[in-house]
Structure formats: C-alpha cells, structure tokens
C-alpha cells in the first residue's frame, strides 16, 4: 500500500493557480522526488501533504490519515525541513533538538542523532556560527528528532558547495537505509538522479511525467553518442549500416556516432573487425536534465 496518496491536487493563490491536478503515490521506504524548476508548485504540494497548507480540491492521504482532519496524529509521524527556515542565532545545537524532542512522544535520542549526523563536535556552537552544510545536517536531525515514517525534504542542498551538497546525498541516503521513507523536493537534477527511485516532473503546476529517472531518460531522450578518434581511415558506411547507429558525424579527425540501444558495443566491434583503435573513446549518454528539456521545453533553471 502507498505511504502516501495524493489525487488531483489544486491550490490556488488569488488568480494564481499553483497546483493544477497533481497526482502521484509514495511507497513505503522509497526517495520520492518532486522535481522542477521554482515556482513549478513543488513546495506547495508536499506543503498540502504534510497539513500545513490547506487545499483548493482533490484528496491527500498520509498513511492512511487526512492531513486536515488528522493533522495532530500525523505530526508525530511526519517529519518536515522547509526550504527557508532558522533558528534564533543563540540556540546551540544541542539545544535544539532537545527542544523539538520535547514535541513528540516517542522522540528520537538527540545526542545519537547528532553524533549520526555528523555533528557531535557542534554540540555546543550557536547556530549562527554553523556552516551552511553544518545548518542542513542540523535541520535534517530535527526532521528526524520524531522518529517519523516519513521525512519531507525541502530543496536542502540549495546554497552548498559541491563537497557539502555530496555529504548531504549520502547522509539521505543513510537516513532512507533506516526505513524511513523520503520525500525529495528538489530543482537539481543530478541530485535528483543520485538519489531518487521514482520523480514527479511538476511544472507550471501540473506532473509532466512520473517515473524513475533512468526510465524518463531512456522513454523521453534515449538517443546515446560515441565519441573517438580512430587511429585509421574509417568509411561512414561500416557504422551508418548498423541497426543501433542513426548518425555519423566528422569533425577533423574525430568521429561523433549517434544511436540507441546496445550503440558502444556496436561500435567498437566494427572498430574490433577492422583493427581499429578508438582514441579518446567517450560514451555520452542523456541526463535527467536533457529529460526534462524534452518534456517541459525549458531548462529547470529557467
């Protein structure tokens, strides 16, 4: 049974329709993205999941409770890291997860949480003088400081470098190795590949497409290319002849072959038969993010 079951969302703001007919199920002990560019309607989304917006129409059920009608009950089973939030400057860390303990009734142990984290040498520093890799590790051990089913994450590795941004996927992925089932807000796409089992494409409001990432590639964009240099004269209609290749383009001395399917390995063994060697051989396949292009007809950062 699905952890969570949305069925034709909408939520409107004045004359702005944020969410239009979003639909989607998470199953148990899955990394859920919801994935777009700002302003797709991403966040107000799993803000209706979690109860604290409230919906135009449609239907939301979370663990098998009404976020509305249940909201009390499914607080302590839901755990939630917004994309903005802060904490008073002075607040130490440890503090503050004795603080959000004292919410729940089963909470977590806060001092393992924050060694688990990564943090048990800031047990006693201000927030204000955390890094901002050190703010997200701290704002995930709150979402989790309740022992929840099920943890939303909010575009958190927005602002990190690009070593802080990888600390964080493997710490999400630690965190949905204990059983905890996630759901992922995010506008990167190759955050989104990392970690995500299935991902809701949400743009201008509506799901585009829904599926795992490997499989939106391969569905949307499956064309692949192999780029090298052969180290002999190779005639276009040795490769342009095979059944995966659908290109042959020159540059120079290089070679770019476009295709799908099995397209390396059709490729080097005509290379292979005619005793060819292929220099700075480079197999280029689509991203998620050429996906998305292809679905959306923008980039998610536009």
């Known amino acids: ?4 079951e949305v069925t034709s969302l909408h939520k409107r703001y004045g004359d702005l329709t944020a969410v239009d007919d979003v639909s989607f199920t998470v199953s148990a002990g899955e990394i859920f993205g919801v994935l777009g560019p700002n302003g797709a309607g991403k966040t107000t989304t799993v803000e209706c999941v979690a109860g604290l917006r409230v919906p135009d129409g449609g239907g939301v059920s979370v663990l098998g409770l009404d976020p509305r009608r249940d909201a009390t009950r499914l607080r ?4 939630v890291q917004l994309q903005e939030s802060q904490l008073p400057d002075r607040l130490r860390v440890a503090e503050a997860l004795e603080l959000y303990a004292s919410f ?6 806060p001092a393992r949480l924050i060694d688990e984290l990564g943090l048990g040498d800031k047990r006693k520093t201000p927030y204000k003088k955390l890094s901002g890799g050190q703010k997200q590790r701290l704002s995930i051990a709150l979402a989790l400081v309740g022992n929840p089913k099920i943890a939303i994450l909010d575009e958190l590795t927005t602002g990190l470098d690009p070593q802080a941004r990888r600390e964080t996927w493997g710490l999400i992925e630690r965190v949905r190795d204990t059983g905890v089932t996630i759901v992922l807000v995010t506008h990167f796409m190759e955050e989104a590949e990392r970690l995500c089992d299935r991902v809701a494409v949400i743009d201008r409001g509506r799901v585009v497409a829904l599926d795992s990432p490997a499989g ?5 964009v499956p064309e692949q290319r192999v780029r090298f240099r052969p180290s002999a004269p190779l005639a276009d209609d040795l490769l342009t002849g095979l059944p995966e290749v659908s ?3 020159r540059t120079g001395g290089n070679m770019l072959v476009t295709g799908t399917g099995e397209l390396l390995h059709a490729v080097t063994s005509v290379l292979a038969r005619h005793q060819i060697i292929a220099a700075d051989l480079r197999l280029e396949q689509s991203t998620l993010d050429d996906a998305f292009v292809e679905l959306t007809g923008h980039r998610p950062t536009d």
């Open 1 to 4: 049974m699905p952890v969570i």
């Open 76 to 79: 302590q089973q839901v755990g």
């Open 216 to 220: 939106l590639v391969s569905r949307v």
């Open 247 to 249: 290109g042959v383009t």
């Open 104 to 109: 729940y009734r089963d909470p977590a142990d």
